[in-house]
C-alpha cells in the first residue's frame, strides 16, 4: 500500500495534533502498517503541554507530499487549511468534525459528525472496531477535547463530547477540571512568540458573501496583559490586511477563565463586527460578552449579517 500520511490542518491546534497521532495509531492497528502521523505547522503551547505531559515527541513535520501520495485527513477537510497539491493525491479517508468543503471525483472513507471535537469522532470509531484505548490514547483524545470545547463550556460542546471526556479521563487517570485548566493556561503563555507568529496560532481567511475575513483566536487567562501589546498587534494586522488584500481582519482574544473576547477588528468592513454583536467599536476593539467559540459564535453571526 505504501506509506500514507496523516495530517490536520495548516496552523494546527491540539485536536489537529492528537487526531493525526490517535488516527496512525488506530491505522496501524486495522493493518496498515505505514501510516505516520505529520503535522503541517509548528506546535502551540498547548499541545507542547501535552506532548510533554505524555513524554511524547511531536509528528513530523512536513511541507507537501509527493503527487500520488496516499493521505488521511483529520480535523480538516478545506483544500485552504490543507497542503497545496491535495487535488493531486489520494485521499484515502477524512475523519473531521466541520462542516463539509472537500470534493473529490472519486468514493472514499468520510466521517464527519456535528460535536465539538475530532477526538470524540476518533473514540467512537475505536469502540466500534474493538480498538484497546490505553492511557497515552486516551490523554491525547481528552485533551484535545478539552481544548476545542474550553473544559465543556463552548456552546460548540455536545452530550456526545461531555460522556467521552468522563469515560476517557477514567482511563487516563486525570482529573479533567484541574489537568484542563492547567493545559488551557499553558496555551495562553505568548511570551515567547513575535507578533506576526501570533497573529498565525489559530487564523482561519474564510470568504463571506465576498468579503475576505480573516479571524484568528487566541485564549488567554488574562485579556489586560494580551491588550497591552495592542499597538503592536494593531500594526501586524495591518501588515496581514496589505499582504492578504482582506477586507477585515477579526482577533479574538478569548478569556478561558470568564469566557468572553476581547476583538481587536481592522479594516474597511469593521461594521460588520459592529451590526453582528451591537457593539461600537472604539480604538478598533470591544467586549464581547460570552463569546468564545469562532465555529458557533462568530463565523455563523457575520455570515448572518452580512
Known sequence: MGKTYIFGHKNPDTDSITSSL?????????GNEEAV???????????E??????????????????????????DHNNPKESIDNLDNV?????VDHHAVVLTTGYPLYYRAEPVGCTETVLYKLYRENNIEVDKT?????????ISDTL???????????????????GIAGIDPQSYGLEMLKAGTDLSSFSIEEILSLDAKEIDIKGIKVLINQVNTAS????????????????????????DLFVLLITDIVNSNSQTISIGKRTDLVEKSYGVTLVENTALLEGVVSRKKQVIPVLTENA
Not at 490517535?22 to 486495522?30: D, Q, Y
Not at 489520494?90 to 477524512?94: P, R
Open 22 to 30: 490517535v488516527m496512525a495509531n488506530f491505522e496501524r492497528k486495522m
Open 223 to 246: 485579556i489586560p496583559d494580551v491588550m497591552a501589546k495592542k499597538a503592536e498587534l494593531e500594526a501586524g494586522i495591518n501588515k496581514v490586511i496589505e499582504s492578504k488584500g482582506l
Open 90 to 94: 489520494n485521499v484515502l479517508k477524512v
Open 37 to 47: 502521523a505529520c503535522r503541517l505547522g509548528n506546535i502551540n503551547k498547548e499541545t
Open 151 to 169: 473544559l465543556l463550556k463552548s456552546p460548540t460542546t455536545t452530550a456526545e463530547d461531555i460522556k467521552a471526556v468522563e469515560e476517557l479521563a
Open 49 to 74: 503541554y501535552v506532548l510533554n505531559y505524555l513524554g511524547m515527541e511531536a509528528p513530523e513535520l512536513i511541507e507537501s507530499v509527493e503527487d500520488g501520495a496516499n493521505v488521511i485527513l483529520v
Open 137 to 145: 490514547i486516551a490523554t491525547l483524545m481528552v485533551s484535545a477535547i
